[in-house]
Structures are given as structure tokens and as C-alpha cells.
């Protein structure tokens, strides 16, 4: 049974940190590439970053240079460490596999406003 539990989120100022975590049970996050994704209000769904089975990592454009993901194989843990947050960052954050599956979380949210 896959179980995605994201957790970290909340009201943060612009320019702020936060660190977003993901607790993946019946994934071996070893051997899959994992990914952060995020949906703002009225949007879809998108990708944000990823991290391969090899730990080579991609990011989406718009949070290039200030988010950065990591994983604990040990804990079956990825990390999202966002700082420098902006009011666009506003959305609901999930983890899934890369490419996604139909198996999602309840995701963590995150408010970037002063």
C-alpha cells in the first residue's frame, strides 16, 4: 500500500524559508525517482523538482536557484527546501513518484504572504 504523507507547510512572509518533508511508505525511494509538485488555486497541477534513483535533481524554471530536494533513504523521507519564497509560491505542495502516479497525498500548504 503506497502512502505519501507531506508535511512542513504554512504561512511564511516573501523571502522566507521552508522546509517541506514527505514520508513515502510502499516506495523504495531508493530505486525511484521522486518528485515535489505543486497545484495554486485555480491552476493545475505542476511539476517542481525531482531527484533520480542516482540523486541528479531537475527543477522547474521558477524556483530554479531557490528550492532545492533531497532524500533520506533511511527515514523514506524527501526533503523541499524552499527559501526565498514569493506570493506565487502560494499552492498546495505534494510528492509522487517521477513521473507521477495516480497515488497522491493529501499535500501540505503553503501561504507566501506579508
Known amino acids: 500500500q503506497v502512502q505519501l504523507v507531506e508535511a512542513g507547510g504554512g504561512l511564511v512572509q516573501p523571502g522566507g524559508s521552508l522546509r517541506l518533508s514527505c514520508a513515502a511508505s510502499?516506495?523504495?525511494?531508493?530505486?525511484?525517482?521522486m518528485g515535489w509538485y505543486r497545484q495554486a488555486p485555480g491552476k493545475e497541477r505542476e511539476l517542481v523538482a525531482y531527484i533520480t534513483s542516482g540523486l541528479t535533481t531537475n527543477y522547474a524554471n521558477s524556483v530554479k536557484g531557490r528550492f532545492t530536494i533531497s532524500r533520506d533513504t533511511a527515514r523514506s523521507t524527501v526533503y523541499l527546501q524552499m527559501n526565498n519564497l514569493k506570493p506565487e509560491d502560494t499552492a498546495v505542495y505534494y510528492c509522487n513518484k517521477y513521473p507521477s502516479t495516480n497515488y497522491w497525498g493529501k499535500g501540505t500548504l503553503v501561504t507566501v504572504s506579508s
Open positions: 510502499g516506495i523504495r525511494i531508493r530505486i525511484n525517482a
